[in-house]
């Protein structure tokens, strides 16, 4: 499947004021337009010191801005036309020096210039600031930002780690695909706003001794997919996650755990307190009764050891069962008899939805087809890779709590 292009139609002017950070600006470049986003690269004279228009010119296939006094457009008015054209203006990196020009509305170079003209109403202003950690700290810093924010802008971090200083702290620029999905993320409708949204993902792990285990083959892409797109429609996110290799989705709360039984005693607590429970974990619906405290041997007479089963809880059906249950989602997948299985799902498990989709077609993959089954019926969500279909579940899930009585 080709790459999602999520800032496809987008047109981001892309700012850089002065500092180290500069190189990462050329990655940054690249991850926007790779999106499909058009980049308009403007910088002031300190970024120059850092990084050639050279470089940036290439990799976003325009010619670079850096002064008010550029003759090239007709009407010799390069803030006016930059600060129009653009969905969103990005500053990465944003130096101190640079946040409190902003602040000030100074207007004597082509950036600050521009970010002044922007429409405000129509024109976002994210703001990614890079500097030592001193600077970042100190009060006329932290009273800009507060300022900046006020003013409207979007502030992107700063992480916290090395500096090119030597020193450790607050203060380095996000990198550059971290900046790339802060901007797809802030571009989603915020159908979610405020919602809170608990989601259990991947396979659980029962072990049988200290070094194996029941357990199948479930990636967690579907799971960790919906609590990104959840997040970036505004919700509040927790995500209780079994075994998995995969990035945790920026702003998601995650608690790792290992089999259903830990999977169980992380949720139920927290289920009453958030208002949409979604349940992709594929979790091991048997476990082993006993754990052997020591790898099982084999004893030289070829007689394979023999295991008592003991059911785990069922850990959707018993959030369902609360007094304060939220809305809940079950997720069927399924070798054949798709809708049939899905259906008897949703009335053994009392939820109000169930998405199926077939196991063994999709564990493991980028996309997935889903079905999405009810009280009233089904509807298919078409082939798509797993965040365009989490997308497509958030939409439904926003539709759905408008009318629900939670
Ligand atoms: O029970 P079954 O595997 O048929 O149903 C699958 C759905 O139930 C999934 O949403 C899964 O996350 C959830 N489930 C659960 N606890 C279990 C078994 C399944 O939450 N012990």
Redesign the pocket.
Known sequence: MSERQDLAGRHIVLGLSGGVACYKAAELTRELVKAGATVQVVMTEAAEAFITPVTLQALSGRPVYTSQWDARPDNNMAHINLSREADAILIAPASADFIARLVQGRADELLSLLCLARPIERVPLLVAPAMNREMWAHPATQRNVAQLRADGATVLGPAAGDQACGEVGDGRMLEPAELRDELIAFFQPKLLAGRRLLI?AGPTFEAIDPVRGITNHSSGKMGFAIARAAQEAGADVTLVAGPVHLPTPRHVRRIDVQS?QQ??DAVLPLAARHEVFV???????WRPAQMNAHKIKKDGKKVAPAFELTE??????AVAALPQAPYC?????ESEHLLQ?ARE?LLR?KVPL?VGNLGPATFGRDDNTLVLVDADGHRELPTADKLSLARALVCELAERLKTSAK
Request: aromatic share 4%; hydrophobic share 60%.
């Open positions: 259990t259903a999977m169980h349940a992709t974990a594929a979790v091991a619906d785990n809880p069922d850990i959707l059906a989602v079950g997720f069927a997948a299985h799902k498990k169930i």
